[in-house]
């Protein structure tokens, strides 16, 4: 829902004007490329990792305001990027750096920003567009500058409510490969995966590689003769963006996942997969979690991690007691401490988990990287997973 300005007359000394669907303006000034865009207005709370954030799959028509207020200080690289493009459909930032300054830098950010023709703006007082999101809800917003700004607010508003919301997007075919490519094991190939590709960062076969696992990317449209003919010692499902609700033939594929037994982890979108797969529902966040500093409990083992996020659905499963599914019992094994919402799910009779935040760490802390060496032993055969104890019978 991006019409961008590469080529239309306007510089980012022009004044810009963000206007959520509620009717709340701000004004400020163009930052990127010049022209108007249309998404759903969230905010991060990452101090750092705006270039992995920007290329996130999962921000695929979301206009992403940063809390932080000084952005774009280390300019852009070649080797941050998660995936070939930007992908947020806007960006709102305070006070962008005015010269970047790192050692691995090419380009600044509002060069980046310009090139692949997105449009954002800075001089907002983000600490209240982020409160009135926290307070309102993430909504629909439009950015406007240049010749786009020239209409009359009530014309732009006009114009923002009739953008597409977030609720009922179906969204994972537009980001996914449309190939099947392979990810070579880092020295001696020890398992085979097949990724199941609904938005995946490029750290996260990386993270499997590094274990020697040789991980098989495939299209969310990927079938289960896909998926066999690759003979994976265990299957992924990754993270991406849109509502899980519309995600029908991902949840289908997996529940032939499960009963055939294969070794299975979920991620992000595909921990909302997986809850869909098992009975639960899945609802709307008032405003999300996003960014690198999310709090989780991983009930398995009392651990507090400190984790990256960028979800705004979540999975409806009980927290207080194991509950029965069509492949067995199910449990949340893993809760977000701000809130309480569903974190993560563990099969305890077949060899199945996944979680709700990113273990890959790109951006973000390493605290959650365990995370793939239990999918390491659930495919070993390990016990940790499959025929689990529950946590009830655990605290006895």
């Known amino acids: 829902m991006t019409t961008s300005a590469r080529g239309a007359t306007g510089t980012?000394?022009?004044?810009?004007l963000l206007v959520l669907e509620d009717g709340r303006t701000f004004r400020g000034r163009a930052y990127g490329a010049v022209g108007e865009t249309f998404g759903e207005a969230v905010f991060s709370t990452g101090m750092t990792g705006y270039q992995e954030t920007l290329t996130d799959p999962s921000y695929h028509r979301q206009v992403v305001v940063m809390t932080a207020p000084h952005v774009g200080n280390t300019g852009v690289n070649d080797e941050d990027p998660e995936?070939?493009?930007?992908?947020?459909?806007?960006?709102v930032v305070r006070d962008p750096a005015r010269t970047p300054s790192n050692w691995r830098s090419t380009r600044s950010l509002d060069e980046e920003l310009r090139g692949q023709?997105?449009?954002g703006i800075s001089g907002v007082d983000t600490r209240a567009l982020t409160r009135h999101l926290r307070e309102r809800g993430a909504m629909r917003v439009g950015i406007f500058s240049g010749e786009a700004a020239a209409a009359g607010e009530a014309a732009l508003l006009a114009r923002v409510r009739e953008a597409p919301a977030m609720q009922g997007a179906d969204l994972c075919g537009e980001v996914a490969t449309q190939e099947s490519y392979v990810v070579p094991a880092h020295g001696e190939k020890r398992f085979t995966v097949a990724a199941i590709d609904l938005g995946i960062k490029g750290m996260t076969p990386h993270r499997m590689a590094e274990r020697g696992i040789e991980v098989h990317v495939l299209p969310a449209t990927a079938t289960a003769e896909d998926i066999d003919a690759v003979h994976p010692d265990g299957v992924f499902f990754s993270n991406g963006p849109g509502d899980p609700a519309t995600a029908h033939q991902p949840v289908e594929l997996m529940r032939g996942v499960l009963e055939r037994g294969t070794p299975l982890f979920g991620i992000c979108f595909g921990n909302q997969i997986l809850g869909r797969a098992l009975g639960f529902g899945t609802f709307k966040l008032k405003y999300g979690h996003r960014g690198i500093n999310q709090p989780v409990q991983d009930r398995t083992t009392g651990k507090v991690e400190v984790t990256a996020h960028n979800h705004g659905f979540a999975v409806d499963a009980p927290t207080d007691r194991v509950s029965d599914t069509p492949y067995g019992r199910a449990e949340v094994s893993h809760v977000c401490l701000n809130d309480g919402v569903v974190e993560?799910?563990?099969l305890l009779d077949k060899p199945a988990f996944s979680v709700q935040y990113h273990p890959e760490a790109a951006a973000g802390p390493h605290d959650a990287a365990y995370l793939f060496d239990r999918f390491v032993e659930l495919m070993r055969g390990g016990d940790n997973q499959h025929h689990a104890t529950p946590l009830e019978d655990q605290r006895a």
């Open 12 to 16: 980012t000394a022009d004044p810009a």
């Open 83 to 91: 995936s070939a493009r930007i992908w947020v459909a806007g960006y």
């Open 117 to 119: 023709g997105v449009v």
């Open 344 to 346: 993560g799910l563990r």
